[in-house]
């Protein structure tokens, strides 16, 4: 089948209105198509600290004009310094010229501002809250989602971006089951718990802590001796992101803290706090200045968790994220997929789900393996993970280093149907693909335009020809630069 002019409006829904979700409706939004999103929340909650984005997925604010904005909210970064509980520096982490290699910078943030970016690009009615998924069922024209309030809807494609402990994956499996299909290889626990609770300090005293001053941020990394890691951070308006972990070894405690905190929830917990107050800061002072400085209701507490989950789609229901890159690549790399779709036949939504899968699964994998030995680095407390933080920070090659920052810097998908970004850096991005859609339109107009001008023409040519760079009138070469009068 090839395109034509009359594209398929698919009707999707978008479960969960997190940073995921935000995106892939922003981005269905520019792909004209239609979308709600459903949260179960009764708005887009405003909690967590620290984030960070970077080259990998500023192309896309940029190609959405929403680089200044994000500037805005955010501090550079060059280097985040790691240190040990007597605050001496054990290693510095970063690049001086990041923004050389890949042209751009990478910028840090509070989570809420971020989130806030997101939603002002997004039409008020196209998110419905207090919509909790419970289930979701097949039906004759695509899938229907059953709410706690006792609504029921119907999407063509149902867009799971609820988070780690997603309900639209868990009833996905289930719609599997049913149809008789095992998943044993999804069916394993998250393994790796930490504890981490975050918060986001009110505006402090700059004379107290000059670090504030600073046009770039001051992102210090902590490694306690026994349980404990934890960071402070330097944010815009004089603010700090805090956040404290702790390293779950005993997998009894770890399930029993899953059951309790899977959700970042407001929770400012008392026995945690008191555990860490007295832990000192490299800004002077303690990390219980920095708690006492945040509102009870903007401390969270939540369980880390990571993991690659092998079935990403289901008839019509696909899934995005967890984790605030990937879940922003993955709805990008949807997006492309959903634009070039040909119809709304379950063949062409299976296939456009293959093909985001397929353009996704091996970046994904590797970001979550970066993951995980990110968390063994900065915050694992076994004798093995201190002794691969050892290795990690005292001993690998710089022209190692190096190679592996190349690679996962060349890495930055870009939205296929919107102009493209240039590389502006000494890393060249890898080849994005181009829409399919895209080029075609692009070839219509083409001949539009040069049967416009051949209209025109006083030439008496029997036959125009096009190319990739123009087309031919007759004996005259043209491009399709020059400016025609509309058909
Ligand atoms: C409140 C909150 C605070 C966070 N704070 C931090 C932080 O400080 N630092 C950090 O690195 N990461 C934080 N995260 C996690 C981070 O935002 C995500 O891992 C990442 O952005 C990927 O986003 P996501 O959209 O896939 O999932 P999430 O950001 O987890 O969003 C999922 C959304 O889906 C909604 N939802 C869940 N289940 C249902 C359901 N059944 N029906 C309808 N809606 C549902 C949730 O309410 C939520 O809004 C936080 C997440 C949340 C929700």
Known sequence: MSYSQKHPNPRVIVIGAGIGGLMMGLLLGKAGITYQIFER??????????????ANILPVFEQLGLMEEVENI???NRWSGIYNSKMKQIAKIGMED??????????????????DVLLRQIPKDRISFNKRILKMRKCIDGTRIYCSDNSIYEGDIVIGADGAYSSVRHNMHKMMENDGLRILKDNSDMPMPYLCMVGTTNPLNPEKYPQLKDPLTHLHHVVGDAVFSWTVITIPRNRFCWSVMAQIKNQGEAKEQRFRNSEWGPEANNALIEQVKDFPITFGGTLGDMISATPKERVSKVMLEEKLFDTWHYGSVVLIGDGAMNAMQDAVVLVNCLYDLLDCSPESITAA???YKSQRYSHAKKQVAYSK???KVSSGQTFAERAIRHLVLNYIPASVKAKQFSKAAAYRPQ???????????SIKSLPNRPSKRAMYEESIQRKRRAVAVYDSSEVSASTISFSEAGYTLGEKKCSTEIQYRPV
Do not use: W
């Not at 990041?98 to 989130?115: A, M």
């Open 41 to 54: 929340s009764s708005h887009v909650r405003t909690l967590g600290a620290l984030m960070s984005i970077n």
């Open 74 to 76: 955010s501090l550079r």
């Open 98 to 115: 990041y923004k050389g290699c890949t042209g751009y910078d990478f910028l840090v943030f509070s989570r809420p501002e971020f989130c």
């Open 353 to 355: 789900f293959e093909d």
């Open 373 to 375: 030995l990110n968390a």
């Open 415 to 425: 939205i296929a149907f919107l102009p493209q970004i240039r590389d502006k850096g």
